[in-house]
């Protein structure tokens, strides 16, 4: 039970940060990307290559990071100055050409080159040596830290509840269903960060090197909210903002429209790229099926779900997308007498009911705002 809710945690996590960056680009930008799978390809590739020449790992995942950037670049001036349906079709092109390249050309594996078909493995996974009691200790201690200020910054966004409506009398009082959606969505993600806690304390102490895998992975994917979260509140980010509502009144302004969209992509493009990285670090083993545009797919349900332009949302999107995931797998065969397949394609069909229902009810996503919805603009 252990193990599998600390794989759980991973794959959420890993999906939660390749969200971010598709909410980077589309949620904040309007930038319509449906190849997003590309930049976590190129991260994976990248990063398991490098470390196979002797490069060490934090060096290997930045390098992944960089190049999924500069994948970001490359997409963008070939796009970013047409219509956004020419960005939907390059990037969805895109994706499909990396993941059929990785797949049909050699690759150098050591000091060998094999065919990309068989994919690559044993490559080096970080901390995967058991540590000593100390050193195990301080993980624990760093997780705890986590977790604490994981619970205060939870209580912080209930607690402080902003978002009102303006009065005929121009005062603000603040929104019942606001404060409770966010009530209910801080409970569900307390306790599911309760249970990752001590998840992975058990697996620190009796050391798991997937345990170890978790704590930096969060560790990283706290970092990135963190920062996104204020440069999605600065200038920058209401410029973004702007671009995505009207690109003509930043232009009117005199802002460079097209520099703005090109960071957005690049940005986004590097924090999937670094997803990739621990993609590949969880898989142990990465072959090109593992880069299906499935992924873009149900990262993009993941963002909707939770409500785009919310980063909170979209890490929420990312733990009911994978707690949707876990309980199907494990309730549904016992209720529905379906074969495997079938079971696998009912699930689908489930979820794609779920999303209709939710497009009708709540088109901004859970914890979207309407007045910033940008679905059909």
Same mark, same amino acid.
């Given at each position: ?36 799978? @590309? ?21 290997? !995942? ?15 001036? !070939? ?33 060998? =080159?094999?065919?990309? !078909? ?34 205060? /910054?939870? =209580? ?38 309760? @249970? ?14 997937? /345990? ?9 994917? /706290? ?56 993609? /590949?670090?969880?898989?142990? @083993? ?31 999107? @990312? ?41 009708? =009810? ?16």
């Amino acid at each position: 039970m252990v193990e599998y809710l600390i794989f759980l945690a991973i794959s959420t996590a890993i999906f939660a940060l390749f969200a971010l960056g598709l909410n980077l680009q589309w949620g904040f930008t309007g930038l319509i990307n449906f190849g997003h799978i @590309a930049f976590m390809t190129l991260g994976a590739y990248t990063t398991v290559l490098l470390s196979l020449k002797g490069v060490p790992l934090l060096i290997s !995942a930045l390098a992944g990071a960089i190049v999924a950037a500069l994948l970001g670049l490359v997409i963008g001036f !070939a796009t970013l100055r047409l219509r956004e349906d020419y960005l939907s079709i390059v990037t969805i092109g895109t994706g499909e050409l990396i993941r059929l390249v990785v797949n049909n050309q050699d690759l150098p594996v050591g000091d060998t =080159w094999i065919s990309g !078909a068989f994919g690559v493995q044993s490559y080096r996974i970080p901390l995967s040596t058991e540590p000593n009691l100390f050193v195990r200790f301080v993980m624990i201690g760093l997780l705890t830290l986590l977790a604490a200020v994981t619970f205060w /910054a939870l =209580w912080r966004w209930i607690s402080t509840t902003q978002i009102s409506r303006t009065t005929n009398l121009g005062q603000k009082r603040t929104s019942k269903e606001e404060f409770a959606s966010r009530l209910g969505v801080g409970i569900v993600l307390a306790v599911l960060a309760t @249970a990752i806690y001590i998840s992975g304390v058990i697996g620190l102490y009796n050391y798991n090197p997937k /345990a170890s895998l978790m704590l930096v992975l969060l560790l990283i994917l /706290a970092f990135v909210f963190w920062r996104l979260e204020i440069l999605v509140r600065s200038p920058w980010g209401r410029i973004l903002k702007a671009i995505r509502e009207d690109e003509e009144i930043p232009k009117a302004l005199g802002k460079n429209v097209f520099w703005y969209k090109l960071q957005s992509l690049m940005l986004g493009g590097a924090i999937s790229g670094i997803a990739g990285a621990f993609f /590949a670090w969880q898989l142990s @083993a990465i072959y090109p099926d593992n880069f299906q545009p499935q992924l873009t797919f149900d990262t993009w349900i993941m963002v909707i779900l939770g409500g785009s332009g919310n980063n909170v949302g979209t890490i929420l999107g @990312a733990v009911i997308f994978f707690a949707y995931d876990a309980l199907t797998r494990e309730v549904l065969p016992r209720i529905v007498p379906l074969d495997e397949a079938r079971l696998g394609a009912f699930r689908i069909m489930v979820i794609g009911l779920i999303l209709m229902v939710l497009m009708i =009810w709540r088109p901004q996503g859970i914890l979207g705002k309407k007045e910033e919805l940008t679905l059909g603009k």
